[in-house]
């Protein structure tokens, strides 16, 4: 039979997480399941988005999709931001050359 878990519980696993422990510590420290603690961690990730999560298999699996592409946007976006703030650097070390 299934651990129930209260809702402190698993916010606070997540806290940790957060604070940049390991989810194998975190399941270690608290005598839980790795499985229950991604589960928590998906669906922290569906909120954070704005989604509820689904109920059906194929409603899970669309999601997992939309959370990968989700993190694979966010990544690219970092990498533009980084791209633009190093060539902004780059530019003002040259005196502000312009292209005409």
């Not at 940049?20 to 399941?27: E, N």
């Not at 669309?62 to 530019?91: D, F, G, H, P, V």
Request: glycine residues 4%; proline residues 3%.
């Amino acid at each position: 039979m299934p651990k129930i878990y209260s809702e402190e519980f698993k916010a606070s696993a997540l806290e940790l997480l957060e604070q940049g422990m390991t989810q194998k510590q975190v399941c270690q420290d608290l005598g839980m399941s790795k499985s229950a603690l991604q589960a928590w961690v998906n669906e922290a990730r569906l909120h954070q988005h704005g989604f509820e999560p689904a109920e059906d298999t194929e409603g899970k699996a669309e999601q997992a999709r939309m959370l990968r592409r989700i993190r694979e946007l966010e990544q690219e976006n970092e990498i533009l931001r980084q791209a633009t703030a190093y060539l902004s650097q780059a530019n003002l070390k040259h005196g502000q050359a312009r292209p005409k």
